[in-house]
Structure formats: structure tokens, C-alpha cells
């Protein structure tokens, strides 16, 4: 029997127009009604969920960062683990040095600074999640810790860029999210070990848990739930390693999932 869903936000809840379809808020509204908590669980920020949440009258908690800050349903702090500033600033100037094609971003708990508020990527992802970076470094930083920091690609560099990062930085979490997107969390933060925080917390057996999720940064965590529900929007890597598949994020695909599960 399951008893929690957790839903990735990009690719997998919102569309390719960043929008909740109709049926796939129909299916959240059903699972609350059926006493089924709904869970958020994203690479974004707080700042970049709670938009959403309130858009739809959504009311839930939510896994941000890919598990570096968890917030209950009344926004109270569950979790928290970051990188150590000096860390970062070494990651920063090596990306400087490489002069990798990208543009960086650092986040610690709801602060989003950027090198340069004013780049396109920046831009966009500010249209994305409806958010506002601050131009700033390390330094700007009013935290202790660092919870991500995001790099806003090149698609034709990604994958030489996350190899470069991960040989020069071996004790970090390092994943991609889309094919511009790639992400560095403190080492152990994943998604897979926030749902198996969030299970213990509730005392929910991961067995009894269901998940959706479209890209790399979802594969640990599709893999640790009893029920991993790979969207059909997913790269076709990810659709050979995954049998349990549903429709893409434009044709409803939490919402088919859901009734593929008995769960509305």
C-alpha cells in the first residue's frame, strides 16, 4: 500500500509551459482527499516552489536544493546541510580558471546571489521560477553555509563540464537536472537520501512510497521508493534503465501514474 507521493517540479509537475494541467491538479486534490501526503522534491529553491504551491492552492512540504533543505508543511526547517564557504569559493575559482561556458549561481536557504544579474541565462531562469537573483560572490552570502550552487550550461559542454567538476571535486554530490542544468550539493545530498529522511521522519516505509521524476538527478530516488515512476519526457538513457514509465509532462503523466498505482 502507498502511502506518500513524492513529485520532482520541472519535466515531471509543471509542463513545458512551467503550468500544473488541469488533471494532474485534479490528482494532487484527489490524494489529499484520500489522506495520501503529496511531497515536493526539487533541485529549486524555496523561493522557487512556494509560487507554484500558492498559484494551485497546494498546500504540502517540500524537499529543495535535491535534499539540502527540508520544509514541512508549516515551513518549519526539517533539514538542512550546506557546503562550507571557503568549498565554494574554491569550486567558483576553478570554474573561473577552466573558463567553463556557463553561468553560476549559489544559494543558501532562500538567498540566490549570481555573478552577473544581467547574462540571459540568468534572466531566463528568473522567468523560470519566478524568483530574483541578487549580483553579488561568496561574500554576499548572509548564511553560514552554502546549500547548492547551480550552473547554467552550455547543452554542447554539459557533459564535459560536470566530468571536469566531478574529477576536481571527488567529495561533492554533483548531478545534471536538464541538459543545461547541473547542480553541486554537499556530499550525500541526493534526492534518494531525502526520501529516506522524509520516510523516516513519518515513520513511512520506503516501500510504501511513490515517486516522479524525469531527469538524471531523479535516478537514485526513482530507484529508492517502492514505486518509481520515470515520466515519458526522460531522456532515452534513463527509459532503458527504468521499466515503470507514464505519459510526458505535457499529457498529464502524474495523473496517469497515479491511476496506474490505484491511488485516485
Known sequence: MIEIVFSDVDGTLLNSEHKITPLTRHAIQKLDSNGIPFVIISARSPSGIYPILEEYCIQCAIICYSGALILDKQKNVLFHKGMKKADVREILSL???RGFDLSWCIYSMDEWVVKEKKDPRIIREETIV???AMQGSVDTVTGQEINKVLCICNPETIVETEAALKEAF?????VRSSDILLEIMEKGVTKASAVQK??????VPLAAAAAFGDNFNDAEML???GHGMLMGNAPAVLKERFQTHTKDNDHD???YGLLDLELI
Do not use: L, N, T, W
Request: overall charge negative.
Open 130 to 132: 519566478k524568483a530574483s
Open 95 to 97: 570554474i573561473e580558471r
Open 253 to 255: 503523466g502524474i495523473y
Open 170 to 174: 571527488p567529495g561533492f554530490s554533483i
Open 223 to 225: 530507484e529508492a521508493v
Open 198 to 203: 522524509f520516510c523516516s521522519y513519518f515513520d
